[in-house]
C-alpha cells in the first residue's frame, strides 16, 4: 500500500509554544490530505482538509487561527498547533489517498502531543 | 452530515472463537474501509470495501450498499486481534468519516 509518514511521533512542548508536526507521502502525490484528532477512548474526529496549492478547509468548530495548515507541495502537508494549552493535548493524525475521491485512504503512524 | 455507528462496542472472546463486527452508515458511499488501531495508534488498513466481498485470511468483509451496513468477519480469533476495529465511510470530498469502533479484547 501506499506509504505515508507522519514526524514527529511523540513531542511534549510548554504552554504558550507552538508545536509543528509534518505529513509527507512518500511514494505519490497527494494534492488533498486530511488531518484527524483523537481523544483517549474516542474515535477520530475530522479536523480539516488540507489542499495543495490553497487554504484549508476546516470542520465545524475547529479554531482555524489554532491549527495552521500547509500544504505547499504535492508530498507535504504540516500542522501547526499555535499557543498550545494543556487541552490540545491528543493525538493527531493525517491521511492521503494516492487517487481521485473515493479511493483508499492510508494514515500516518500519528502525534502524540502532550502540552505541559 | 453522514452518520456510522459500530457495534458492539466491545466485544471479549476466547481465543479460537469467531467473531461479527457491523458497521452501518447513513447515506450512499463511495469509500468504505475497516481499520484496526495499534496499541501506539497506529491505523492498519484491512480492508478498502465500498462495496461487495473480500477475504484475506481470517478476516474477510462485505458491504451491501443498498442497505448501508457493512460486517467485517474475523475467524479463529488469536490474542493479538485484541484492539479496536474502526469503521470509516466517505461520501464526497474524500472525508473519511469514522464510527465509534469496537473494542475487541481475545483472551487466552
Known amino acids: 500500500g501506499a506509504v505515508v509518514s507522519q514526524h514527529p511521533s511523540r513531542v511534549i512542548c510548554k504552554s504558550g509554544t507552538s508545536v509543528k508536526i509534518e505529513c509527507r507521502s512518500l511514494?505519490?502525490?497527494?494534492?488533498?490530505m486530511f488531518w484527524y484528532r483523537q481523544f483517549p477512548k474516542q474515535s477520530l474526529m475530522l479536523m480539516a482538509t488540507s489542499n495543495e496549492g490553497s487554504k484549508a478547509t476546516y470542520e465545524q468548530g475547529v479554531e482555524k487561527d489554532k491549527f495552521l495548515i500547509n500544504h505547499a507541495s504535492l508530498t507535504l502537508s504540516t500542522l501547526t498547533v499555535t499557543s498550545a494549552h494543556p487541552e490540545d493535548s491528543s493525538f493527531y493524525i493525517c491521511?492521503?489517498?494516492?487517487?481521485?475521491?473515493?479511493?483508499?485512504?492510508?494514515f500516518g503512524q500519528g502525534t502524540r502531543l502532550t502540552v505541559v | 452530515g453522514i452518520q456510522v455507528e459500530q457495534s458492539p462496542p466491545d466485544l471479549i472472546l476466547q481465543e479460537g472463537a469467531n467473531s461479527t463486527l457491523r458497521c452501518n452508515f447513513s447515506?450512499?458511499?463511495?469509500?468504505l474501509q475497516w481499520f484496526h488501531q495499534n496499541p501506539w495508534g497506529q491505523l492498519i488498513n484491512l480492508f478498502y470495501i465500498p462495496s461487495g466481498t473480500k477475504q484475506n485470511g481470517r478476516l474477510s468483509a462485505t458491504t451491501v450498499a443498498t442497505e448501508r451496513y457493512s460486517l467485517l468477519y474475523i475467524s479463529s480469533s488469536q490474542t493479538t486481534d485484541s484492539g479496536v476495529y474502526f469503521c470509516a465511510v466517505a461520501n464526497q470530498g474524500g472525508k473519511l468519516i469514522f464510527g465509534q469502533g469496537t473494542e475487541l479484547s481475545v483472551k487466552p
Open positions: 447515506d450512499s458511499v463511495n469509500n
Open positions: 511514494d505519490f502525490q497527494a494534492t488533498t
Open positions: 491521511s492521503a489517498s494516492r487517487g481521485p475521491e473515493g479511493t483508499e485512504a492510508f
